[in-house]
T-cell receptor, first 109, second 113 residues
Framework: RKEVEQDPGPFNVPEGATVAFNCTYSNSASQSFFWYRQDCRKEPKLLMSVYSSGNEDGRFTAQLNRASQYISLLIRDSKLSDSATYLCVVNSRNTPLVFGKGTRLSVIA | EAQVTQNPRYLITVTGKKLTVTCSQNMNHEYMSWYRQDPGLGLRQIYYSMNVEVTDKGDVPEGYKVSRKEKRNFPLILESPSPNQTSLYFC????????????FGPGTRLTVL
């Protein structure tokens, strides 16, 4: 089983839609979790950290399910500017950061 | 402006010709790392450094060297580049450790012929 797995997509959704991505991880000792956003040929940038209690930032909501070892990202009211690749990132003590391969989102007018 | 810079941004070279990609950050971050990104494989960590004079291997260190003589700089050295090192390289830094937000440089696109 790969360490961090994401559906590669692409997810093609109309403006205003709600879209959700999941990411599963294999290391039960993982301690911190993130979603990064990467635009084409650009550097990744932190979108949000993921906390055990779940957290929200405007139209974005992140959830963590430790029992099932997955994290999710929900985007409400999608905008054209949300089109990007979303990377799930998992960190465990004394191991390198592990990035998922990313889920590509295209928001269509 | 807080940033991570990398040079060069684009490089085409030939097999066996030693090269160095520089990385510098102005945020006084302790943690720095190098990644390569390849289609279908995602971002993979090459080396990381927890602080000055402390470096460690990531997932794909073969064929690469790093050094951390100063806190702000973390150069990536390819002693004898090969075509399988053709990739997009990112340097990143963060406060404290990898548990915190990683700030990435703009990337270096390397082609080894």
């Amino acid at each position: 089983r790969k360490e961090v797995e994401q559906d590669p997509g692409p997810f093609n959704v109309p403006e205003g839609a709600t879209v959700a991505f999941n990411c599963t991880y294999s290391n039960s000792a993982s301690q911190s979790f993130f979603w990064y956003r990467q635009d084409c040929r650009k550097e990744p940038k932190l979108l949000m950290s993921v906390y055990s209690s779940g957290n929200e930032d405007g139209r974005f909501t992140a959830q963590l399910n430790r029992a099932s070892q997955y994290i999710s990202l929900l985007i409400r009211d999608s905008k054209l500017s949300d089109s990007a690749t979303y990377l799930c990132v998992v960190n465990s003590r004394n191991t390198p950061l592990v990035f998922g391969k990313g889920t590509r989102l295209s928001v269509i007018a | 402006e807080a940033q991570v810079t990398q040079n060069p941004r684009y490089l085409i070279t030939v097999t066996g010709k030693k090269l160095t990609v520089t990385c510098s950050q102005n945020m006084n971050h302790e943690y720095m790392s190098w990644y390569r990104q390849d289609p279908g494989l995602g971002l993979r960590q090459i080396y990381y450094s927890m602080n000055v004079e402390v470096t460690d291997k990531g997932d794909v260190p073969e064929g690469y060297k790093v050094s951390r003589k100063e806190k702000r700089n973390f150069p990536l050295i390819l002693e004898s580049p090969s075509p399988n090192q053709t990739s997009l390289y990112f340097c990143a830094s963060s406060w404290g450790s990898s548990y915190n937000e990683q700030f990435f440089g703009p990337g270096t696109r390397l082609t080894v012929l």
